[in-house]
């Protein structure tokens, strides 16, 4: 009976224990908690200090109340103030509160690429890659991030890049300075330059390789400034919001307004293309439906003007019209179709864009057509994300085509995408490229990209 | 006194389960503002309003979002709620500043009292709060028209 007794008093310590392990993250979470609230007052009362030591450094004198003047105030206090939103957290990495500063919230990405390819007849060089080289790094784009709230519907945006040009060499691009003013959930007007929202990508990864997957861009959605074929910069106003329809989450892109993109041609001929665009339309929906949540799919259709004016990219002068060439006194009305379908939830992203670029002479029945998709897939699996890309686009080579330099291109891309932390990405990316009258192309890029 | 000795084993397993399923059964509530007029909110609106894809009330007033630091267990169902971990949080809201869909990272306050404090100022304010710490004058609203307690309750 004995026996019985010491078995059950240690079967109920035990049960006892075994609750308490139970109850052990609660415990955690306390203690994180306040460890947090600590940390956070810590840096509050530093801050202070220091700003005390400054005002007095300054010839102000602070007063501090003393004790009984504290304990005898009855008067009536105001509301604390609430510490602004980025004052407050105290997670590991950079804070939000110093990414304020005087209500002017800011960010920054980065990144330091290494590239080889075997091409035998270099390419354009774009993001500081040197074209011919065997391998070389660069540091392609530094941006930084600025907004500010103005009123609670109204606030402003920019973005500043740096972006390596030749020679280690930088220029400066304000990619997007925008005047937001959300007057709802239906409504929200931007004026300014803005990125067009040809697509997803676009919208989705903005300028910073930071947020992408893959090392680059898929050739088509690359900016107009490196190479791409889209008109990705505009300026003018944009409105975007949702459309009641139930369940399947509706919303709709307008945009209007004035681009003129001068594109580099990509085949290395040193030459670049002034499309001299006229004001541009765009014009797009996409749903985000509630019954799977992550699914995005929408589509958008793009119009301008446009001329084919070849300059050296060198001396910014009219390169001499080969023979039959229509020159750049035509112009041809562009029109852009885009649809997409992508999927980004559980720890997988599914993309998959098309597009169709149709460039029809004005007056005249002669056009062209350049068709282009890419195709993404990666997975996360804890800190990597392998990734494999799929990329088509077949322009036409004719002399008066404006995508002439770019011609055939398609090939597959596969790496991985390893987060060292929540800040930094390191990449790694094999590419494989086949040309319509050139030999195919292999790559390498090795990429670590940051956010600050 | 084998049948003593199961029952005392039965005793302890019941002991040290009933806590435990206890705590796993509190509800998170919803709350807001108590001049929001605002009284019942879908569990598909709910996502919507913390992944910042629902940025206006109905009357017009920004929703401001007070989410609880990481550790705590308001934090843990927002994460469940999004489908999201922490990491994917925190990179999924820079990606939303990027984008210029969002200002910043929602404000995160690192205390209960810092809670109610921002509850109470911001007109569009709304948070989540463990049920059992719920006070009187704090404004609950019903999630898909149940309040937390009630069977069906979706947030816990």
């Known amino acids: ?452 | 006194m084998s049948r003593k000795l199961i029952a005392v084993l039965l005793l302890g397993c019941v002991t040290a389960l009933i806590p435990r399923s206890a705590a796993q059964a509190t509800d998170i509530a919803v709350v807001v503002n108590s001049d929001s007029r605002l009284t019942n909110v879908s569990l598909v609106d709910l996502r919507k309003i913390f992944a910042g894809e629902k940025r206006t009330w109905p009357g017009g007033i920004p929703v401001k979002l007070i989410i609880r630091a990481p550790g705590c267990r308001e934090r843990f169902v927002l994460l469940k709620l999004l489908g999201m971990s922490e990491s994917e949080y925190k990179q999924y809201w820079l990606a939303q500043t990027f984008r210029g869909e969002a200002e910043s990272e929602p404000f995160t306050a690192p205390s209960f009292g810092m809670t109610l404090e921002a509850i109470k100022i911001f007109a569009g304010a709304i948070t989540l709060i463990d049920a059992r710490e719920l006070k009187p004058g704090i404004k609950v609203i019903k999630l898909d028209g149940h309040m937390p307690g009630d069977p069906g309750y979706a947030l816990h």
């Open chain 1, 1 to 452: 009976m004995l026996r019985v007794q010491n078995i059950a008093v240690v079967f109920l310590l035990l049960s006892g224990s075994l609750w308490a392990q139970s109850s052990a993250p609660s415990d955690a979470e306390t203690i994180a908690l306040l460890a947090q609230q600590v940390k956070a007052l810590q840096k509050e009362t530093m801050e202070l200090r220091g700003r005390v030591k400054t005002l007095e450094e300054g010839g102000v004198k602070v007063q501090t109340a003393p004790p009984e003047a504290a304990i005898a105030a009855p008067a009536p206090q105001p509301p604390p103030p609430v510490p602004d939103a980025a004052a407050t957290e105290a997670s590991p990495g950079p804070t939000p509160e110093v990414h304020d500063l005087h209500r002017i919230q800011w960010r920054g990405f980065g990144e330091a690429d290494y590239k080889v390819l075997d091409q035998r007849q270099p390419e354009l060089a774009t993001y500081g890659f040197v074209p011919g080289s065997q391998g070389n790094f660069y540091t392609a784009d530094f941006g930084l991030f600025v907004t500010s709230r103005l009123t609670a519907k109204a606030s402003v945006l920019s973005e500043i890049v740096f972006e390596e040009a030749d020679a280690q060499k930088y220029q400066v691009d304000l990619r997007r300075v925008l005047l937001k003013y959300d007057y709802n959930d239906y409504l929200k007007l931007s004026f300014g330059r803005y990125q067009t929202n040809i697509g997803y990508y676009n919208w989705a990864f903005r300028s910073a390789a930071w947020l992408q997957t893959t090392a680059d861009r898929p050739l088509v959605m690359e900016f107009a400034s490196n190479g791409g074929l889209l008109p990705t910069q505009a300026i003018g106003v944009s409105v975007t919001g949702g459309i009641p329809s139930g369940t399947l989450g509706l919303n709709y892109v307008a945009e209007y307004g004035s681009s003129d993109t001068v594109r580099p041609d990509i085949s290395g001929d040193g030459f670049v293309t002034d499309e001299n665009n006229g004001n541009q339309t765009n014009v797009g929906f996409f749903a985000r439906p509630d019954w799977l949540r992550g699914l995005q799919f929408g589509s958008s259709y793009y119009h301008d003007q446009i001329s084919n004016n070849i300059l050296n990219g060198a001396t910014g002068e009219p390169v001499p019209l080969l023979p039959r060439s229509l020159g750049p006194a035509v112009r041809y009305n562009q029109t852009i179709v885009n649809a997409y379908a992508v999927y980004v939830a559980h720890g997988i992203e599914f993309l998959n864009e098309a597009f169709l670029i149709r460039q029809a002479l004005v007056r005249g029945s002669l056009h062209f057509d350049t068709p282009a998709f890419y195709s993404q897939f990666s997975k996360q699996l804890g800190p990597v994300r392998p990734f494999f890309r799929y990329q088509y686009l077949n322009a036409n080579s004719s002399i008066d085509s404006i995508f002439n330099d770019v011609g055939l291109r398609f090939g597959p891309s596969f790496g991985a995408r390893y987060d060292l932390d929540d800040y930094i990405a390191f990449k790694a990316q094999m590419d494989h490229t086949v040309r319509r009258g050139e030999p195919d192309l292999n790559g390498l890029q090795l990429q670590v990209a940051f956010t600050f």
